[in-house]
């Protein structure tokens, strides 16, 4: 007879808690993706950059795509990376805000706390 072993509580709550960790780290770049759809006429420009800072927290999910393009754990190279993201982030939602571009503001928001997740993370791991 086989031995039945149930399921902690706490074990679904960690499976959910990381995919909306891996939502909430995606939504920037398909919240971009709209607002090139819908700001296109009115200066592409503005979005590259917040647009590419957020594929770089995407191929940063990749532990090794992470060390090369981030930089080694502990890093000063990882930790001025993440701090100019942010920084670069909040500046894009302000702007975006500003200019009210809604979607794109709040893309940018969403990648500044993503980028300050990144730092928060890479501090205690």
């Not at 031995?3 to 499976?15: D, E, T, W, Y």
């Not at 981030?70 to 100019?84: A, F, K, M, Q, W």
């Not at 500046?91 to 794109?104: E, L, M, P, S």
């Amino acid at each position: 007879m086989g031995l039945i072993v149930a399921k902690s509580p706490l074990h679904s709550v960690n499976r959910l808690s990381t995919l909306l960790i891996y939502v909430w780290i995606v939504l920037p770049a398909l919240l971009f993706a709209l607002a090139w759809r819908k700001y296109y006429q009115r200066g592409p420009r503005t979005l590259l950059l917040p647009s590419l800072s957020a594929v770089l927290l995407l191929f940063a999910l990749v532990r090794d795509l992470k060390w090369s393009l981030l930089g080694p754990d502990y890093s000063h190279r990882l930790y001025v990376t993440i701090e100019v993201n942010t920084l670069f982030a909040v500046v894009a939602a302000v702007y975006f805000g500003v200019q009210k571009r809604w979607i794109a503001a709040v893309a940018a928001l969403i990648l500044a706390l993503d980028w300050l997740y990144m730092g928060a993370v890479n501090s205690v791991v």
